[in-house]
């Protein structure tokens, strides 16, 4: 199904469309997980839930995650990033089917699709977080976060579609069906025209390399960094399952609105992803990423403490730039080294999707005891912690 993936050096032109095809990849990934979180709220309805019990149900997106991490870094080395996001693709398509129908049926089921979804959005993260470190090299400039700006503008256009499929009152089956089908059948074709890393000095393949998952387990700066993503991940994934809720329990706001929040959220995400690489080249990771982790803790403040839904909406946008490099510059600072890429993207985005383990019970536990809109503001004490951490994520000095 992949056999017409470059063996020999990229040409340009070769390059050129597997930059195009990681945009996809990034884009379907963002598409997909955002028209289930847009339709949230109506599974919680559905299954009339609490948020304690939709923070357990939810939970069962990162669990499947957290089981696909550590596996991914020798998948990939041993399949490539092409068939795992390929495959990958075709796995998270059944999962959000069988979590859309299984919610006409009760829990289980949903938590078994949920479960299903995250397994394979973790393969599907890494290998194409590789993927993209390949390109990146290819071209010669920084790209990383544009890639990720291609996920937030997936998450933005999932969430407006999901926004209009709930005023126009369309069953949340249909809708994630139709997504599900949708997303399998770009991404496969799409991952078809990724390539091989092929560099001077390099391995066939950076996906290849030598040490893999289990050597970067043993390394400080790579663990460093993972709590460092952990913090941002936490920042965003709170965002992406929570605003819409906060915003409609805690401001009192209508469905639709609540989802226009989440929107906003994401928008602002892309935009400091895309806008990002530039700043980055001139300032630094470190100090880029401490100045947006200031804006993502004011904009927690004022959307858990503002007066009214405007200030709420003027927070969400202050949260999601803030929230929004910190994952790629991450994934970046993993792949400086490209004959280890695949093993430290690996061991980093297993750490930092524990974020995902622990957000949703935690905002449901606290959300029982002081409500959802004042447990947000936990995302502020973790974005002060990699604050504080940052200059973990400097590019090391060459050796002499």
């Known amino acids: 199904m992949f056999a017409s993936i470059a063996a020999a050096v990229p040409t340009p032109p070769a390059v050129r469309t597997a930059t195009a095809a990681t945009y996809a990849a990034f884009i379907g990934s963002g598409f997909a997980f955002a028209s289930w979180a847009a339709r949230i709220p109506q599974v919680r309805d559905r299954l009339g839930l609490d948020s304690a019990a939709l923070g357990l149900v939810l939970l069962a997106i990162a669990a499947g995650s957290l089981v696909a991490l550590p596996l991914s870094g020798p998948l990939v080395t041993r399949f490539g990033s092409a068939r795992i996001v390929g495959t990958m693709a075709v796995l998270l398509g059944v999962g959000l089917v069988v979590a859309a129908l299984g919610a006409q049926a009760g829990v289980a089921p949903v938590v078994a699709g949920l479960a299903l979804l995250g397994f394979a959005n973790g393969a599907w993260d890494v290998a194409m977080n590789v993927q993209g470190t390949v390109v990146e090299r290819h071209l010669g400039r920084s790209v990383m976060s544009r890639f990720h700006a291609g996920f937030s503008l997936g998450t933005v256009a999932g969430a407006l579609v999901g926004a209009v499929m709930i005023a126009l009152r369309v069953p949340v089956a249909v809708h994630l069906v139709a997504v599900a089908v949708l997303v399998v059948l770009v991404v496969t074709w799409q991952a078809r025209r990724f390539i091989a890393g092929h560099g001077p000095g390099e391995p066939a393949s950076p996906e290849s390399a030598p040490g893999g998952a289990l050597a970067a387990w043993k390394e400080p700066r790579t663990l460093l960094i993972g709590l460092f993503v952990l913090a941002f991940a936490f920042a965003e994934g709170v965002g992406n399952d929570w605003i819409s809720v906060a915003a409609i329990d805690g401001h009192h706001v209508s469905a639709a609105l609540g989802t226009i929040a989440f929107a906003l959220f994401l928008t602002a995400m892309t935009a400091g992803r895309w806008f990002g690489p530039r700043l980055l080249d001139r300032y630094g990771r470190t100090a880029v990423v401490r100045v947006l982790a200031v804006f993502g803790i004011a904009g927690v403040a004022l959307f858990v403490f503002g007066p009214g839904p405007v200030y709420a909406y003027a927070g969400t946008l202050l949260w999601g730039l803030g929230a929004s490099l910190g994952f790629p510059v991450g994934m970046s600072a993993g792949g400086d ?26 905002i449901g536990f606290l959300g029982d005891h002081i409500t959802v809109l004042r447990a947000l503001t936990v995302v502020a004490v973790l974005l002060a912690v990699a604050a504080m951490i940052a200059t973990t994520v400097r590019p090391p000095r060459p050796s002499r």
């Open 337 to 362: 080294d490209p004959r280890k890429a695949a093993g430290r993207v690996s061991v980093i985005a297993s750490i930092g999707y524990c974020a995902f383990l622990g957000g949703p019970p935690i």
